[in-house]
């Protein structure tokens, strides 16, 4: 049984900290989506069923949250676990996706997360324009508080407001092509300058993306022929999208972008990495700045590079080929994966 509190003001309790939108495919979904981060307070221990009349007040304002499966993954599910006691983030998260439905956006996906610091959170969610996400996302968090303060009544304005900022233009979709993208923990500019390089093309869009770039924003561009995963270690992200299950999942945004058949130049032995990229639809290429590559790489592999005495060899495009010296000021990773990207655009690798 759940015992009833009188809680705070939710509007002093529960705060934005954080909101922006994403473009481009991005660490929560292939979709565009609104991202808010919040602070709840005291609001961390007060659930939905703690306080008296909020459930019964939120639905009545809005009756298609019994539409809402939720994780109970059937009609009113959402609805069932406000009554038995779910928590602020989730349930704004759940309104922001509700009055952007209310106003004519079909929109479904969301996910709450916690952040790093005790009441802190992070929740993202589906939109069709990326103002009226923005807005949602404001009007959500009013909304809930209104309702944990007793005095939500209609949510009639806040749906004519969406409804009028779904008429101006949106922001523009990314449906720029690029020939490579590049992430990972370093080594990035230095893998774009010598792919380009080797190119003998300055102006070949091989873009750099910064892990923490990829996180806020998602990816700056639509498709790209082939991607460069030079390391999941990262560190210019929060430390819970440093563990090795979030950063692994933070990099793997680039093969999403990839084409199909297209080319995703990753480690030797980053077998979770490997695996996405091939369920992905990717061919793979691995490196490793020493002789240890793996049979399980090799035969999962178009192309293998390696270093062998000091020098940069290419296996898998035809003959074994030398690709030079490995130079002692730059690092390993940056040059042996470029020189293998290099190599896979040849015609022997299958371009």
């Not at 049984?1 to 994403?22: D, F, N, Y």
């Not at 049979?295 to 690709?323: K, M, T």
């Not at 000021?329 to 015609?347: C, D, E, R, Y």
Request: with cysteine; proline share 5%; net charge negative.
């Amino acid at each position: 049984m759940t015992t009833s509190v009188t809680p705070p003001a939710a509007a002093m309790e529960i705060r934005m900290t954080m909101l922006h939108a994403t473009r481009g495919k991005n660490f929560w979904s292939l979709r565009p989506v609104t991202r808010m981060d919040l602070a709840v307070g005291a609001y961390d221990d007060i659930s939905s069923a703690a306080v008296p009349g909020f459930v019964d007040s939120l639905v009545g304002a809005m009756p298609g949250l019994v539409e809402h499966r939720c994780s109970i993954g059937e009609r009113g599910g959402f609805v069932l676990r406000l009554r038995r006691g779910t928590y602020a983030p989730h349930i704004i998260e759940h309104v922001a996706l509700e009055l952007q439905t209310m106003m004519g956006h079909d929109v479904g996906f969301g996910k709450t997360r916690g952040g790093d610091v005790e009441g802190e959170y992070t929740l993202v969610f589906e939109h069709e324009h990326e103002q009226v996400g923005l807005r949602a996302a404001a009007l959500a968090l009013q909304t809930v508080q209104q309702a944990f303060d007793g005095v939500l009544e209609a949510v009639d304005a806040a749906v004519t407001e969406l409804k009028a900022i779904a008429e101006t233009p949106d922001t523009p979709r990314l449906h720029h092509r690029v020939l490579c993208g590049v992430t990972g923990g370093s080594g990035r500019a230095e893998a774009q300058r010598l792919l380009r390089e080797r190119l003998a093309d300055d102006g070949a869009l091989v873009i750099d993306v910064s892990p923490s770039f990829l996180l806020q924003a998602g990816l700056p561009y639509a498709r790209s022929e082939m991607a460069i995963i030079l390391d999941a270690e990262l560190t210019d992200v929060p430390p819970r999208y440093q563990e090795a299950e979030r950063a692994t999942q933070l990099v793997n945004v680039l093969a999403d972008a990839v084409d199909r058949d297209g080319m995703v130049v990753c480690p030797a032995k980053a077998w979770e990495i490997q695996d996405y990229a091939r369920e992905s639809g990717c061919r793979i290429a691995v490196f490793a700045t020493d002789d240890d590559v793996t049979g399980r790489d090799s035969r999962r592999a178009r192309a293998v590079a390696l270093v062998r005495d000091g020098r940069i060899v290419v296996q898998g495009c035809g003959d074994d080929e030398d690709h030079g010296p490995l130079d002692p000021t730059l690092p390993a990773t940056s040059q042996v994966a470029a020189a293998l990207a290099h190599a896979t655009l040849s015609v022997e690798c299958g371009r």
